[in-house]
């Protein structure tokens, strides 16, 4: 039995690179070969995987936001766009 986790080729390959867990670039997994001896490591492997992703994805958004003048951020929240302005 198969299953696609959802990630991306660069989670996938940097699952395989730091954690030994090894699928698909499409992200499709083997769930069959999942055993109570090594599902803790492939869930903590996609886990630090995915925030080490998100963490970068997030530092990336949110360099615009760091060069925009407060009048220009003021126009985003007021217009319900956030997402570039979070800190």
Known sequence: M???????????????ADHHVYMLKSSRASI??????NVAVVARG?????????KANSAKNLEP???MKPAQAK???EE????????
């Not at 198969?2 to 699952?15: H, I, K, N």
């Not at 319900?80 to 800190?87: R, T």
Request: no cysteine; charged share 20%; glycine share 6%.
């Open 65 to 67: 936001a760091v060069q």
């Open 75 to 77: 126009v985003l929240i």
């Open 80 to 87: 319900g766009d956030v997402s570039a302005v979070k800190a």
């Open 2 to 16: 198969f299953s696609y986790t959802g990630l991306s080729e660069e989670e996938v390959a940097a699952l395989q």
């Open 46 to 54: 996609i886990d630090t995987v995915v925030r080490k992703t998100h």
């Open 32 to 37: 069959a070969g999942l055993s109570t001896d």
